[in-house]
T-cell receptor, first 113, second 111 residues
Framework: DTEVTQTPKHLVMGMTNKKSLKCEQH?????MYWYKQKAKKPPELMFV???????INESVPSRFSPECPNSSLLNLHLHALQPEDSALYLC????????????FGPGTRLTVL | SQKIEQNSEALNIQEGKTATLTCNYT??????LQWYRQDPGRGPVFLLL?????KEKRKERLKVTFDTTLKQSLFHITASQPADSATYLC??????????FGSGTRLQVQP
């Protein structure tokens, strides 16, 4: 099973809402990633978890809060977002940090009204 | 700061021709470089990884070269098909053990 799943596929939320994005992989990978991708731009790294510990935070605003409850799951909690946060949010995993191939999920298309 | 540039935002070629995409980087000496394909509204899919001590790598109709002196990688698709139309992204580790992606090249193969 080389699949990374993400839910929901689409999410529309207001600026005062609290929502969560979920990501799951069952490949035994120990590194998991959140990326943000705006239209016609490359994915931009947000957070990296390695062995369930936060390894990299790319100075992401605190209205985005990542969580890694176990080695298969990665969440991104959203609160008080701005319209400019509307984007495709991609989750990825790899065997470990470093040169390993990253496997990406299909993404969650987020719209903030 | 590290810059990763892909030579053109868009590339249009005729079916059957070879597509050549370029990735240039500055201010770093990566141990490896990866190429991904991304279709609209979907996550990137890994294609090839080439290490600094490898000059060339092939996979079916794909070929990647890596010139660490020029700080450049070339990505070739031979006998291109309309199904090859997608955005192609190069990516490398800029020292944090996490990937940074280039700006991408949108390839359109005309039948």
């Amino acid at each position: 099973d080389t699949e990374v799943t993400q839910t929901p596929k689409h999410l529309v939320m207001g600026m005062t809402n609290k929502k969560s994005l979920k990501c799951e992989q069952h490949m035994g990978h120990r590194a998991m990633y959140w990326y943000k991708q705006k239209a016609k731009k490359p994915p931009e790294l947000m957070f990296v978890y390695s062995y369930e510990k936060l390894s990299i935070n790319e100075s992401v605003p605190s209205r985005f809060s990542p969580e890694c409850p176990n080695s298969s799951l990665l969440n991104l909690h959203l609160h008080a977002l701005q319209p400019e946060d509307s984007a495709l949010y991609l989750c990825a995993s790899s065997q470990a940090l470093g040169e390993d191939t990253q496997y990406f999920g299909p993404g969650t298309r987020l719209t903030v009204l | 700061s590290q810059k990763i540039e892909q030579n053109s935002e868009a590339l249009n070629i005729q079916e059957g021709k070879t597509a050549t995409l370029t990735c240039n980087y500055t201010n770093y000496s990566p141990a490896y470089l990866q190429w991904y394909r991304q279709d609209p509204g979907r996550g990137p899919v890994f294609l090839l990884l080439i290490r600094e001590n490898e000059k060339e790598k092939r996979k079916e109709r794909l070929k990647v070269t890596f010139d660490t002196t020029l700080k450049q990688s070339l990505f070739h698709i031979t006998a291109s098909q309309p199904a090859d139309s997608a955005t192609y992204l190069c990516a490398l580790d800029t020292g944090r053990r996490a990937l940074t992606f280039g700006s991408g090249t949108r390839l359109q193969v005309q039948p």
